[in-house]
């Protein structure tokens, strides 16, 4: 008879690495705490991955968005498989953006924050200057009571 190799021993029980080291695939995060309580966490542009800010400008259809991005540029943007579906962009939302590296003028829409989400970003001085439109209403209504 043959005598076959024996199998490898089966690896360790457990997470390969330690539960407080950092995953690098969750995205950067806000915690969201409202009342003494955390609400959510809200999603932020993973500099490392190119991501920006942008504020969707103009509908063109076809899953595709006129977008005025941070750093100035104005970019086709385009809602990309899964989200198709899902994601409902508006003019005037705040976008998180992933530009193309091949082509300046197109970009990809990775997120959508609602209104709420935005105004709190803007209040938590989270956002450029250049794309801040949330928070030139409260500022308006602090002026006016003086």
């Not at 750093?71 to 899964?82: A, L, N, Q, Y």
């Not at 953006?97 to 938590?124: H, M, N, V």
């Amino acid at each position: 008879m043959e005598q076959f190799p024996s199998p490898p021993p089966d690896p360790p029980e457990g997470p390969a690495t330690p539960p407080d080291a950092p995953d690098a695939e969750s995205p950067t995060t806000v915690e969201v705490v409202e009342g003494g309580e955390e609400v959510g966490r809200l999603p932020l542009p993973r500099r490392d991955r190119g991501e920006i800010f942008g504020v969707a400008s103009q509908l063109m259809g076809a899953a595709r968005i006129r977008v005025m991005c941070e750093d100035g540029v104005s970019r086709m943007g385009r809602i990309t498989g899964k989200m198709k579906k899902k994601m409902w962009v508006r003019e005037g939302d705040l976008l998180i953006l992933r530009p193309w590296g091949f082509q300046e003028g197109k970009c990809d829409i990775l997120f959508r924050y609602s209104r709420t989400q935005a105004t709190y970003l803007a209040r938590r001085d989270l956002l450029p200057a250049s794309v801040n439109v949330f928070g030139e209403a409260d500022a308006a209504k602090g002026t006016s009571a003086d």
